[in-house]
């Protein structure tokens, strides 16, 4: 079948991207879903920093390949052993890849699946295969779900079922930022209702962690960022303070006003900067957790003495600790509750044809969740 989809040529080309245009928007032959597969209509699909760190080259990628790992669609079609996933249903899709056999899988950290890491280098499906072509070349494939893209094929692992009455465009957010930030918050640090936390970087998956810090019931939520536009919306959900990052004394002003530093500082600003400054919130005893995935080549460092003598913890957090089927049902029913108002970080729907646009916007930092939106949703 033929479908249009944004093909990634190059990684590392300069910004403006609406002006290099890493990708482009070609027509692909997407074949159809083999065993344990489904094929997928795409009504929504998020830009997330990390298909920002691909385009920046950040992580190298096979290539040619269709980036996008958050998406919302309708099943089209399915393969064998699909379980109970029919035509028709709805779907969130995120860069969960999971085998659902491996230790880690069996053990409740599918995110950590061994077995799925190499399809993801590789940039296939987990068979080692490519579904997408372009004129019979093969095309790979993002985290098993290259979403920015009119269909995808995805293992029935990436994807959850989800209630028909959500919107699909709101919903596509659970797939990648939500279940980063909020898991961030209730399953990596399960943070107990009264304590203060603070969040470095309010980008989508930031701001999933403020929201993330209303639902456990923190007592003081300090938002951190360099934007002030930021600073704004992160109060708007939530934030009972906030500073701007780029004023030196703002360690001194977060240690302040929580009495010496707060019990878990959430880092998700992708720069090592930011873990630099997530790490002088603490007090003692806290715990930093960050979902940052900087360039693969850089290293965060922090006073050993100060990390043994204060008992601090450093925590990477990678899809918050989540388990799909069991944490985007739960949070979307938070959502539908009014518990967790996913729709505020929604700066913008835009069409396949400006992905480049939506990334320069993306890295300027001033957008939370921008969003592609495919058919009428
Ligand atoms: N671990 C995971 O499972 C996982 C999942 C999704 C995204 N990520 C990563 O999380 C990070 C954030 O993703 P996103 O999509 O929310 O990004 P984003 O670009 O939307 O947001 C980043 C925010 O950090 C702010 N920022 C930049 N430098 C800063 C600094 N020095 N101090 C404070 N704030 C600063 C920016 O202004 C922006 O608001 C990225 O590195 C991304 O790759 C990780
Ligand atoms: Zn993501
Ligand atoms: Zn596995």
Not at 205 to 223: D, H, P, Q, R, W
């Amino acid at each position: 079948m033929k479908m249009r989809a944004a093909v990634l040529h190059e990684q590392g080309r300069a910004r403006p991207f609406a002006d290099s245009r890493p990708m482009t928007i070609e027509e692909l032959d997407i074949e159809g879903p083999r065993a344990d597969e489904v094929l997928i209509e795409m009504v929504a699909a998020g830009l997330c920093h990390s298909d920002l760190s691909t385009l920046q080259g950040h992580r190298l990628r096979r290539l040619p390949t269709v980036l996008g790992h958050e998406g919302g669609g309708i099943v089209r079609e399915v393969g064998p052993g699909v379980g109970e996933i029919k035509v028709g249903d709805h779907v969130v899709l995120g860069p969960v890849l999971a085998c659902g056999e491996c230790r880690d899988c069996l053990t409740g950290h599918p995110a950590l699946c061994t077995a799925s890491q190499a399809a993801k280098s590789h940039g296939t499906m987990l068979d080692g295969t490519s579904r997408l072509s372009w004129d019979g070349r093969e095309i790979f494939h993002t985290s098993g779900v290259s979403c920015f893209a009119e269909y995808s094929v995805a293992s029935r692992f990436s994807l959850v079922v989800i209630d028909p009455d959500l919107p699909l465009a709101e919903s596509a957010l659970f797939g990648c930022a939500v279940m980063t930030g909020v898991g961030a918050v209730v399953n990596t640090a399960r943070v107990p209702a009264g304590a203060a936390i603070a969040v470095v970087g309010l980008g989508g998956v930031g701001l999933s962690a403020i929201l993330g810090g209303t639902l456990a019931g923190a007592e003081k939520i300090v938002a951190v960022d360099v934007h002030d536009e930021k600073l704004s919306l992160a109060r708007e959900i939530g934030a009972t303070h906030s500073f701007r990052a780029s004023d030196e004394n703002c360690a001194e002003a977060v240690r302040e006003l929580t009495d010496g530093g707060v019990d878990f500082a959430f880092e998700m600003s992708g720069v090592t900067r930011g873990m630099k400054t997530a790490y002088d919130l603490l007090r003692r005893g806290g715990v930093m957790v960050t979902a940052s995935l900087p360039s693969a080549a850089e290293e965060f460092a922090f006073n050993a003495y100060d990390l043994v003598s204060g008992e601090k913890t450093v925590r990477g957090c990678y899809m918050g600790s989540c388990v799909p089927k069991r944490d985007i049902p739960r949070f979307l029913r938070m959502y539908k509750r009014g518990r967790l108002p996913v729709e505020k970080l929604m700066s913008a729907m835009i069409t396949l044809d400006d992905v480049n646009l939506g990334f320069d916007h993306l890295a300027e930092g001033r957008m939370a969740r921008q969003v592609i939106g495919f058919i009428g949703g």
